[in-house]
Every structure is written in C-alpha cells, then in structure tokens.
C-alpha cells in the first residue's frame, strides 16, 4: 500500500477458511478513520469470480495460479482491495469462480492513512513449487514508509515469516 501524507495505520484482520462451493460471508469489522483501504487475500483451488464488501465490489488487485500435480490440483492466491470501506461490522462476500473447491481461505485486513487514488504500487509475482521445509520468498519494490502485503498458498506446511515481517491474518 502507498502512504497518504499520513502515515499507514493497521486497524485490524480477520481470517477464516471454508470448504463452501457458493458465495460465502465473513463479517470484518472495520474502525473509524481517514484514508481507509481494505485488503482481502483468497487462497483456493479456482479463485473468486467476485468479492463484494456490503453492497461494494472489491477490486482485483492480483491473481496468481500455480500447479500441483503432485496433488492434482491448481491454487490461486488472489488479492483484493476496497478503497474507502464503510466503517463498522459488514460481511465481505466471497463468490468462487466454480466449486466445489477443495478449501478456500481468507485473510483480512484494513489499514488508515493510504493514498486514496494510488493504494497500491506494482504487484511483485512469484510462484514456487517447493519441498517441505524449503524456504518461499519474493521481493517487492517499496518506499519508506510504505506496507507491503503479501499472500501465499501452503498444502501441509506452517509458515514462519522472516526478519522485518509481521503475520497479520
């Protein structure tokens, strides 16, 4: 996310996980606060068709799909984002592209203080098929005082973020 001439705030996250094949809600909640920005990232085996906030739709910021065939399986990590949500408790809506899918899983998360014409710089994409126990990394471009989000796909594995990462959701 790019910074406003304030700085960037976490406000808060949620996160959940279903093996629904139809739309699916996840209430979030959201606090008051100027520059707001709403992030989803959805991991799942064919990706969403749409992800709504309220009456909102949410925009698609990236997808990136990477085979399995050890598992038989394609996963799609997708980002969303919503500039200027509602505040309050609101359900966000998740609308998979096909069903059923094997699991879909969410993480949520709102921030303040993001530019509100330009939240977001260039998405950095990298897929990897990797050993358990193997490292996954990218690089992204960033600014000081920017916030870099960032989302993955695990089968079977725990992630332990690295040196400089927070785990929000």
Known sequence: TKKNCMAIAFDSSTQDATSSDSAWNVP???ASGSDRLLIACVS???GMSSVDHGMYSMTLVQRQTYS???YFIDWVVEIWSLIAP???TNNLTFTPNRGPSSAISVGISSWTGVHQSTPT???SLTAQTTQA???ISTSAASATGDVVIDATAVYNRTLT????QT???
Do not use: C, F, K, V
């Open 121 to 123: 710089g260039t998405p």
């Open 133 to 135: 126990n193997a490292s």
């Open 44 to 46: 799942s085996g064919y």
């Open 161 to 164: 973020e690295g040196s400089g």
């Open 167 to 169: 785990a929000l959701a």
């Open 68 to 70: 399995a065939p050890a």
């Open 86 to 88: 509602a505040t309050g």
């Open 28 to 30: 979030h909640t959201i």
